[in-house]
């Protein structure tokens, strides 16, 4: 028995030192920064939402596209997007909080609400007039906020695999809920295209 208790003792202490002997803290920001940045990057300081990387890729005088990616995912997921379009739109991409070079912020808040409020901080910084958003699962539910809240600046909607279908009723409408898709038809944005 005072074998079996000095091998457990014994094998503890190695796995602690052996811990400690392979442990590797985080990356430096500036050597991931230089890793998965490319010559497109760029960074907005926006306080304590954070310091936000972004991609502004294509011809400027063409019409803009701006695109949102999902959870667990950064503004990589349209490199290929971004290729295929770049000739013909203005293509934006944005990692948002807690995500791709973005990374952390400091207000520690990754709300809808703050997504949405970091896109339309970009937006107003690159003064986009009207344009298109897009998003992918979570990203596509950022963009269905953000046309909901802003409809009067979107030339169009994209969204791919939207997440939140559960939040696309609004209860407090009429007894069974209404579709919120069915909002968005309302607004000017739809209106004028008919």
Same mark, same amino acid.
Request: no cysteine; hydrophobic share 60%; charged share 15%.
């Given at each position: 028995m005072?074998? /079996?208790k000095f091998l457990g003792f014994f094998l503890l202490i =190695? /796995?602690?030192g052996a811990g400690i002997a392979l442990y590797e803290g985080d990356i430096p920001s500036d050597v991931i920064d230089a890793r998965y940045s490319s010559h497109s990057s760029?960074? !907005?300081d926006l306080g304590a939402a954070g310091r936000i990387h972004y991609r502004d890729? *294509? %011809?400027r005088r063409h019409p803009a596209l701006v695109l949102i990616h999902g959870s667990a995912a950064s503004l990589h997921t349209f490199d290929p997007w971004v290729e295929r379009l770049a000739s013909e739109f203005? =293509?934006?991409t944005l990692d948002l909080p807690g995500h791709g070079l973005t *990374?952390?912020?400091p207000s520690a808040d990754y709300s809808l609400e703050a997504y949405a409020g970091v896109v339309r901080s970009l937006i107003e910084h690159l003064a986009l007039d009207q344009f298109v958003i897009g998003g992918n699962s979570m990203g *596509?539910? =950022?963009a269905w906020h953000y046309a909901l809240t802003y409809p009067e600046q979107l030339r169009g909607l994209v !969204?791919? %695999?939207a997440g939140g279908l559960a939040e696309w009723r609004d209860e407090s409408s009429d007894e069974n809920g209404a579709v919120l898709v069915f909002e968005l038809l309302r607004k000017t944005l739809v209106q004028g295209h008919r």
């Open positions: 005072k074998i /079996l =190695v /796995l602690i760029q960074f !907005l890729d *294509g %011809n203005r =293509v934006i *990374g952390a912020v *596509g539910r =950022v !969204l791919i %695999n």
